[in-house]
């Protein structure tokens, strides 16, 4: 919750008196937004901001899908986040996504007149929205939103969740050009390195058996290490990173020479793409520890 005066939460209960009659004095943006959504949360600072900027002149009322099911029912909520901006009693415009805050700011000003002064889009806020649609596997939404930001302002964080968002879009070629294009390269070594590892899993799925033929030779044979290992692979390009640590670690424990020590390769390898502090990662690492130590 905001500390804003200017930001509140409504209810099925609050949302006419706080909203509707707000609205016929000022503009209300109200934001549609669910516990689980993680562009939800990536948008929410950016509504904020946005909000406080024009001083008392715009409202932001808050809408918990989950705990308002009604107020999602009754204006015909589809998809999260999604943004209505109230004026005069009425829906007046809006829209689903996340979108730049330079986007909001051009749908709001028709309605409040002239914009207060825009600040520049900090590289952060935009990294942590794309970073929440990639999250989400939105990567068509990922590239729209970082390809004109690059094209004025080439950061290396931003080209790393491109080349992140190229790969997951199957634009492997274009992935690995972005990626080569970081200049700092040890300034973001840890961040390089998992993209790198993502963007290679993905190449060498290109190459397997479809799922369903790895898994009947796993139904007719468990300790099938290639179908294993494959699969795993499978697995990773797709992002199902806890079945493959499972697979991978499991192979590890029974057959650690295969293919030249893989399993254990692979599995330092999705380390890297995890990151050292996400929670499987830790989990696995000190499974892995367990068993060579």
Known sequence: MSSSPHVFDVTEATFDRYVLENSFHKPVL????????????????VLAAITDSYAGELLLAKVDCDQQAGLSERFGIRSLPTVVLFKDGQPVDGFAGIQPESAIR????PHLGAAPEAVAEPEADLATVAGALLDEGQAAQAIALLQPAIGEQPEDALLILLGRALAMDGQLDAAGQVLDAVKDKEAHKAALAGARAHLAFLRQAVGMPPRGELEQRLKQNADDSEATCQLAIVDLSQQRYEQALDALLGLFQRDRGYADGSPHRTLLEVFNVLGSEHPLAIQYRRKLYQILY
């Open 30 to 45: 109200v934001d549609f937004w669910a516990e689980w959504c993680a562009p939800c949360k990536a948008l929410m600072p």
């Open 106 to 109: 051009a749908i709001l000003e």
